[in-house]
Every structure is written in C-alpha cells, then in structure tokens.
C-alpha cells in the first residue's frame, strides 16, 4: 500500500448555480475521465469517499464562450487529501449559456425482436406516448427530429410485449428528455397460412373505349399473418392491379399484376403468378 499507483476515475461533472431558463450552449459531458497518482493508501481513498466529483459553478456564465482547461483542474475537484491530480479528458471544456427551450419529438424505438418458431409480429411497434418533451439550448434542439429509446433485445417471443422502456440519457447537459421512459407494445401472436381465392384482376385507369379480359380473369392469394388477423380479412382487403400503359410494350405477352394488401400481413405466394390478356374495343 506504500508504492505509488496510477488510476483513471469516471467522475461525474455537478453544475452549480445553473441560471433559471437557461441552459448549456456547449455539449459539457456529464462525466470526466480524472487520472490520479499516488500511494496505495490515498489510492484506496478515493474509492471510499462519497460523493466525488468535477463541479463547476456557471452563475457568473453569459453569452460569451468562456473555457476550463485541465490546469484548472485543483479548483474544481475536491478532494479530502493529497492525491496528484494528473491530468483530464476531455482536457478542455467550452461554457457558455443559451436560452431554454422545450420541443416535443417522436420516439425512436430501438429494439431488436426475435420470434418464437411459427410467432411474429402483427402490426406496428407502439410507444405511448408516441412523442416527448425535450428541454435544453435551444441551439441544440432546433437539429433534433427525434429521440431514442436504450437499446433492447426480445429474444424467443411466443406473447405480446407490453412494458417499460427507457429513454436514452443523453451524454452532456445541453439537452434532456422531460421524462425517463415509455410504455412498449408490440402484438405478438401465432401466425398462419390463409388463401383468399378469386381476387379479380383490374386495370389502373383503362381508355373509355378499350377493356382488357385477363386469361384467367381471377386469382388466388397465399398471405401469412397473426390467426387473429387473418380470421378478419376477407377478399375486399385485396387488390390485384394492372397498369395500362404495361400493356401497351411491344413485348407483352403476360402481366404480373401489383398486389395491394393490408400492411401487417405477406403474401407469401400467388396462384397464377402471370396472365395472358386480350385488349379489344368497348362493346
């Protein structure tokens, strides 16, 4: 415990003082990277004193960019004995204050979701609420569009998700989201395979005087989706479309019309997968 040691603490950064409706025009990071040197004693001190920190007092901060460099770094760091202050990244840090504003933004979710065999999901991913508040410099927030949940993992899914997300922590104190979390709701249910037989096939704004018969005239849809889902769908939620001008090349021989489907299910197969088609004068 007598040898000389060098360590590296993560310590928070405090702001004292901070002026009501103000806040930081720079990105101050909430923690520093502190290197210290010394005995194993005063080593070991470090790690059972509570509370240790970086502090900056802003109540004398304007408009005017004002700056601490690590030379600074005694006045601002107090410690109840003689350990080495080395050294502190970032070496130096930029202050000064901006007027604050708040701004609300949609939520980002940032999660990763892996399903059960014969799961998946049904519908979007829902936030409640869907946006939030930010507060901070108005110079930061004006580029802000959106804000992101932590990163979350939900692996072998086999039922819904309904819980509590948290907001990311942003990394400085230029900006902050007003409340901490979000509720997550993802439909999660046992999917499955329906045909929905006889879909007609039209054309897409066809001349007064011209119609288009399709060999065959219908068609048959494979869509795979949640049980629930599916069991609510019928043949009017699809829609088989030709585009006129496609028929109209030189090389038409057949079509493959665009299918038109509800967004939360696939159409994992089509029966037939091409037509032949005759165009002839409007009787």
């Known amino acids: 415990m007598r040898y000389d040691y060098t360590v590296v603490e ?7 003082n901070l002026k009501p409706g103000k806040a930081l025009r720079y990105p101050v ?3 520093v990277s502190v290197r210290f040197r010394g005995s194993g004693w005063l080593i070991a001190g470090l790690y059972l004193t509570p509370g240790l920190s970086y502090f900056i007092d802003v109540s004398s901060l304007g408009a005017e960019r004002f700056m601490i460099s690590g ?3 005694p006045e601002h760091v107090k410690l109840p004995f003689a350990v080495q202050l080395v050294d502190i990244l970032p070496e130096t840090l930029h202050l000064a204050l901006d007027d604050y504003v708040e701004k609300r933004v949609p939520v ?17 991913v829902n936030c409640a609420p869907e946006s939030v508040v930010l507060g901070g410099a108005k110079s930061h927030l004006d580029a802000i569009q959106e804000w992101p949940t932590v990163y979350s993992r939900f692996s072998n899914l086999r039922s819904s998700i309904d819980a509590d997300i948290e907001l990311e922590e942003p990394s400085n ?28 096939i039209t054309v897409a704004t066809p001349p007064l005087n011209r119609e288009v018969i399709f060999v065959p005239p219908r068609m048959d ?28 090349r030189d090389d038409a021989e057949f079509v493959v019309p665009s299918i038109l489907a509800p967004p939360e299910v696939k159409i ?5 997968e091409k037509f032949k088609f005759i165009i002839r004068k409007r009787l």
């Open 10 to 16: 993560q310590m928070p950064v405090v702001l004292e």
């Open 108 to 124: 980002l979710p940032r999660i990763v979701v892996d399903f059960h065999e014969g799961y998946g999901q049904v519908g979007p």
């Open 29 to 31: 990071p909430k923690h």
């Open 221 to 248: 849809l494979i869509v795979r989706g949640g049980i629930d889902q599916l069991a609510r769908l019928t043949n009017a939620n699809f829609d088989a479309v030709v585009q006129y001008e496609s028929l109209l």
């Open 268 to 272: 994992v197969g089509r029966k037939p």
């Open 173 to 200: 104190f230029s900006v902050s989201p007003i409340q901490k979390e979000v509720r997550l709701q993802v439909n999660v249910q046992p999917f499955a395979e329906k045909i929905f037989s006889g879909i007609p």
């Open 71 to 73: 030379r600074d770094l």
